[in-house]
């Protein structure tokens, strides 16, 4: 059996940086710290992390970050956390559960009228939908994914999210699948709140997260609890971030998270050089038979498809279990979007890369593809 | 070769459900073919890790590679609990015996 080929980096990354393992034992045996609680280290690494991603966020006050255990929390604490002027809330079919399953669950409990605003073939907003809901309902917030997890087309979200301010709403950004990949700019967004993860495209490890929150908006925290600061109060503190966190944090994890971030600062991953190699896939997978999903304009590295005369699960388990190409079948945890890409009930498979992915690991997936097709060469 | 665990994978939009066994040994060619008895099987021998599929006539469906320990097994809506339960009886019958 050869080696794994390692093609699911939208749902989490790998290989790592090479600094990642070592910081985080390093913190793993270090006394424990808590900035604010015991200790006196000479830096805080929880402060920065929090720099390090304010620069890649475009944020000007890294205390308006607020690190969590994944862009899903991050994405809780806002949804729960806002005092919305009215309750229509627009999102998209291209949402990830992460959005989708909190917005129903407001729902059901009578807090928020929630509209859906369909995307195309390609994965992406309508926008004209997008823009007409906008004017007629004036939600108070507006969701929307800034990539597909499932098409990796990018939506044009300074424009939609211009046009939900124009209206008076608030706008949340979800960049799980682009932060480190795209440069990103809070403010040229648009975005009023932008959650993020810190295991895809920035290349941390699991558990990390965080959410930005622009100055101005006072969210009600999600968890309360111990601070180690201003513990006379009996609601959680008013400043940013410790107002949304709450608890011991992963101390090893964040650190570990901004040596990745800094490691990446010095290495920066080449656009050219991934779009080329995804142009490859594409074209390979094409020409072996496969019905990829079309993506125009920009986009991340990521190419779904599926294979005539395989069920989808099947395509993904024989991929990986028979040839060692790891990836990801089925709905991608974004149920409504396939009603667009016409891939229901089965869903799609899905080829994610990064910047680590090589020429001779896309031909491989080729190759298996093609004898999944075609039989031996 | 013994049966070492039972792990729900996910349930379907059918309303069925797909669990994974897992065994103490490795699927070999014989037990494979044991499992697919009277049933259809598509097998894809020429892939590096040869896979296979068993479509039973009660609506399971059994997928996996050779030189794995695990399947996944699709169990149908209908009668799901009965099915199951002959189907885990049934793979304790021609689970290979300890020489």
């Known amino acids: ?377 | 070769m013994d049966l070492v665990e039972i792990r729900e994978l996910e349930d379907c939009f059918d309303g069925g459900s797909k669990l994974e066994y897992r065994f103490s040994a490795a699927i070999g060619d014989e037990f494979m073919r044991r499992m697919a008895a009277g049933s259809r099987l598509d097998f894809f021998p020429e892939f590096p890790r040869p896979f296979f599929k068993i479509f039973h006539g009660n609506g399971i469906q059994v997928k996996g590679v050779l030189g794995d320990s695990c399947v996944e097994v699709y169990f149908p809506r209908a009668d799901m609990k009965k099915i199951r339960r002959q189907f885990e009886e049934e793979i304790g019958r021609l689970l290979p015996k300890r020489s």
């Open chain 1, 1 to 377: 059996m050869p080696q794994p080929v390692y093609l699911n980096n939208a749902a989490t990354s790998f290989p790592k940086p090479p600094p990642l393992g070592k910081e985080v034992c390093s913190w793993l045996d270090a006394l424990p710290f808590h900035a604010g609680r015991s200790g006196s280290p000479a830096r805080d690494p929880l402060q920065s992390c929090r720099q390090k991603l304010a620069r890649i966020l475009g944020v000007a006050d890294p205390a308006r970050i607020a690190l969590s255990r994944c862009a899903t929390e991050s994405l809780n604490i806002a949804l729960h956390g806002l005092r919305l002027k009215t309750p229509t809330v627009l999102a998209s079919a291209a949402e990830h559960n992460s959005v989708l399953r909190p917005l129903f669950l407001l729902r059901r409990m009578g807090r928020i009228d929630l509209h859906l605003v369909p995307c195309d073939g390609q994965g992406r907003v309508r926008r004209g939908e997008w823009l007409r809901l906008t004017k007629e309902l004036r939600p108070a917030l507006a969701v929307l994914t800034h990539a597909s997890n499932v098409t990796g087309a990018v939506n044009p979200v300074t424009e939609l999210f211009s046009a939900v301010h124009e209206s008076g709403g608030l706008t949340l950004l979800d960049a799980s699948q682009t932060a480190g990949l795209l440069r990103l700019d809070a403010g040229e967004l648009q975005s009023d709140l932008l959650a993020f993860t810190g295991h895809k495209y920035l290349l941390g490890p699991t558990g990390t997260g965080g959410l930005y929150v622009r100055p101005g908006i006072d969210l009600d925290p999600l968890l309360t609890g111990g601070t180690g600061v201003r513990s006379d109060l009996q609601e959680m503190p008013p400043e940013m971030p410790m107002r949304l966190e709450p608890g011991t944090p992963a101390t090893p994890l964040f650190a570990g998270l901004a040596a990745c971030l800094d490691w990446q600062e010095q290495h920066p991953p080449s656009r050219p050089s991934m779009d080329r190699i995804l142009i490859r896939l594409e074209d390979g997978m094409r020409r072996a038979g496969a019905q990829v999903i079309a993506v125009s304009g920009p986009r991340t590295p990521i190419i779904s498809f599926t294979l005539p005369g395989w069920e989808t699960a099947d395509a993904g388990l024989a991929l990986e279990k028979g040839f060692g190409i790891i990836c990801r079948a089925g709905l991608h945890c974004a149920p409504l979007i396939h009603e667009a890409l016409g891939t229901l009930p089965g869903g799609a498979v899905r080829f994610s890369l990064s910047r680590f992915t090589t020429d001779d690991e896309v031909d491989a997936a080729v190759d298996a593809v093609r004898r999944m097709l075609h039989g031996p060469r």
